[in-house]
């Protein structure tokens, strides 16, 4: 006879959602800011802007400007929908992304905020925060389902002790998160890096794949001595 405990479904990993004009205004004026700027150009992330201004083009403009156009574009109705969405699917999805992870000895956190808003690249993480945030464009394109956004970035805030510690680059980073995604959900497809750095991760992955922190410690070592 099975243990009644064991029949006790586990609650997903909790998510706690929040979007407001401010939350916009503070997430413009980060995606504006010099340095994020310049880091976007450098790794060619298209974002998201007011107005559907390009990038270039925000930057030549004053910045008040550009946060005049938020609330003229703020539609709660939009927001309350998306998050009604990933809130109708996230238990099954959280089911399997938990159990992936504990196949390779990842453990994420029991909750996370997730900041929706309509600016920006598709996903970013702070790590800092408590809880730790996850930033999610919900306007990113059908490419982008944000439950597998949410999931890409809970991995990406599973391993950033370790891509610091070993000091490996945004590349190889994005490589192995996408190396687990697919790991655990087979449909999910790879960016395009460059082959030959892909082909290393590869075999790195598959070696040591239930010791993450090994194959980021072993990208960061093949790194430093190409």
Same mark, same amino acid.
């Given at each position: 006879?099975?243990?009644?405990?064991?029949?006790?479904?586990?609650?997903?990993?909790? $998510?706690?959602?929040?979007?407001?004009? %401010? @939350? %916009? !205004?503070?997430?413009?004026?980060?995606?504006? +800011?010099?340095?994020?700027? @310049?880091?976007?150009?450098?790794?060619?992330?298209?974002?998201?802007?007011?107005?559907?201004?390009? $990038?270039?083009?925000?930057?030549?403009?004053?910045?008040? !400007?550009? &946060?005049?156009?938020?609330?003229?574009?703020?539609?709660?109705?939009?927001?309350?929908?998306?998050?009604?969405?990933?809130? =109708?699917?996230?238990?099954?999805?959280?089911?399997?992304?938990?159990?992936?992870?504990?196949? =390779?000895? $990842?453990?994420? +956190?029991?909750?996370?905020?997730?900041? &929706?808003?309509?600016?920006?690249?598709?996903?970013?993480? %702070?790590?800092?925060? @408590?809880?730790? %945030?996850?930033?999610?464009?919900?306007?990113?394109?059908?490419?982008?389902?944000?439950?597998?956004?949410?999931?890409?970035?809970?991995?990406?805030?599973?391993?950033?002790?370790?891509? =610091?510690?070993?000091?490996? @680059?945004?590349?190889?980073?994005?490589?192995?998160? +996408?190396?687990?995604?697919?790991?655990?959900?087979?449909?999910?497809?790879?960016? #395009?890096?460059?082959? #030959? =750095?892909?082909?290393?991760?590869?075999?790195?992955?598959?070696?040591?794949?239930?010791?993450?922190?090994?194959?980021?410690?072993?990208?960061?070592?093949?790194?430093?001595?190409?």
């Amino acid at each position: 006879m099975s243990n009644p405990a064991e029949q006790i479904e586990k609650e997903p990993i909790k $998510l706690v959602f929040e979007y407001s004009p %401010e @939350s %916009e !205004e503070n997430r413009v004026r980060e995606t504006l +800011d010099p340095k994020e700027v @310049s880091w976007f150009k450098e790794n060619n992330y298209f974002v998201k802007l007011p107005g559907n201004l390009y $990038l270039d083009e925000a930057t030549t403009r004053d910045l008040s !400007e550009v &946060l005049a156009m938020i609330p003229e574009e703020f539609d709660e109705t939009t927001f309350d929908q998306e998050r009604e969405k990933i809130e =109708l699917v996230w238990r099954k999805k959280s089911g399997i992304l938990e159990k992936g992870l504990a196949s =390779l000895n $990842l453990v994420p +956190d029991d909750k996370y905020k997730i900041i &929706l808003t309509r600016y920006g690249v598709v996903g970013s993480y %702070e790590v800092k925060a @408590s809880p730790k %945030e996850i930033i999610l464009n919900i306007q990113s394109g059908k490419r982008h389902l944000s439950e597998e956004t949410i999931c890409h970035e809970i991995i990406h805030l599973c391993i950033e002790e370790w891509v =610091l510690k070993y000091k490996i @680059s945004h590349q190889a980073k994005e490589h192995i998160v +996408d190396l687990i995604m697919k790991e655990i959900f087979s449909e999910e497809q790879l960016q #395009n890096i460059d082959p #030959n =750095l892909a082909r290393k991760i590869d075999q790195i992955f598959e070696t040591n794949k239930t010791n993450i922190e090994e194959v980021v410690k072993q990208v960061g070592i093949m790194e430093d001595k190409s």
